[in-house]
């Protein structure tokens, strides 16, 4: 691909980027934060992801032939998807191009009553004694004796001594099922939260719940970031397996948009993000 950059401007929305020579129309619109709709991921038969060049348009393709009329190809409609930006380009892209404008995302539990709280997080918090030449047992044994019996990993294994002797030898072990998996200063035991993300194929749901409680303390919802590969899950699938790293960038969409939900939820609800 040549280091040559143009510009791409996107109407009616107003906005502008410069994108390397060959990227797609496509992936210019994404850089500049425009999803447009495409449900076929990106193979050019459904049409949906048609847009108007009003300047610098590209000679139409054959799959701009199939898809579009005489008329629309001499007027500029071109496929997002299938044109790469070569020149400098004035876009217009319809609302009907666009994913997203006509769904409604659904935040709000239709499921009433108290439920029973059973997190699978458990903390306790302790007060040890200190070793001793008398009483040289080892941290990790000391511990259990308050906690139960729990698995440590290596980053633990290193990790807790040190903080048991900063905090005094008291603090409170966190526990994931008998996973022993942070111990942290103080007593934290009523500071617990979780988060728990509803992924579907169009639309994602994030709550933050106190798991001390139960009670869901903020909602964020999002479209899923997977939509630019396709809208279905077989779209998504064929994109997984059309190159060595594709399957990887499907997974990033959906943990980057799961930080970021993260992220908001904590902001909305004041919780710090060591708690959760």
Not at 243 to 259: D, T, W
């Amino acid at each position: 691909m040549s280091n040559s950059q143009y510009k791409v401007t996107f109407q009616p929305q107003g906005r502008a980027v410069s994108v390397l020579k060959g990227t797609t129309i496509l992936e210019a619109a994404a850089s500049a934060g425009l999803v447009i709709d495409t449900p076929c991921g990106e193979a050019g038969t459904c049409g949906k992801c048609r847009v108007q060049v009003a300047q610098g348009a590209p000679n139409p393709s054959d799959t701009d032939r199939r898809a579009l009329g005489k008329v629309e190809l001499q007027q500029g409609w071109r496929l997002a998807c299938q044109n790469a930006v070569n020149s400098d380009m004035i876009v217009h892209v319809p609302d009907e191009s666009l994913f997203g404008g006509d769904h409604q995302i659904a935040r709000d539990s239709t499921v009433g009553g108290p439920a029973e709280v059973r997190p699978a997080i458990r903390k306790v918090y302790v007060e040890l004694s200190a070793p001793t030449l008398a009483d040289a047992k080892p941290d990790l044994l000391r511990l259990e004796e308050k906690t139960g019996p729990f698995n440590v990993d290596v980053a633990m294994l290193r990790q807790v001594p040190k903080q048991l002797r900063q905090q005094g030898f008291k603090g409170t072990a966190v526990l994931s099922d008998h996973q022993l998996i942070d111990f942290e200063e103080g007593d934290t035991t009523g500071r617990c939260f979780g988060i728990a993300v509803d992924i579907g194929t169009t639309t994602m749901v994030a709550s933050l719940l106190d798991l001390c409680s139960g009670q869901e303390l903020a909602v964020v919802s999002k479209m899923n970031p997977q939509v630019t590969f396709g809208d279905d899950v077989l779209s998504r699938i064929q994109h997984s397996i059309s190159c060595p790293g594709c399957l990887e960038e499907l997974r990033h969409a959906v943990v980057g948009e799961i930080g970021d939900m993260s992220r908001a939820l904590c902001k909305e609800a004041g919780v710090s993000p060591q708690h959760i």
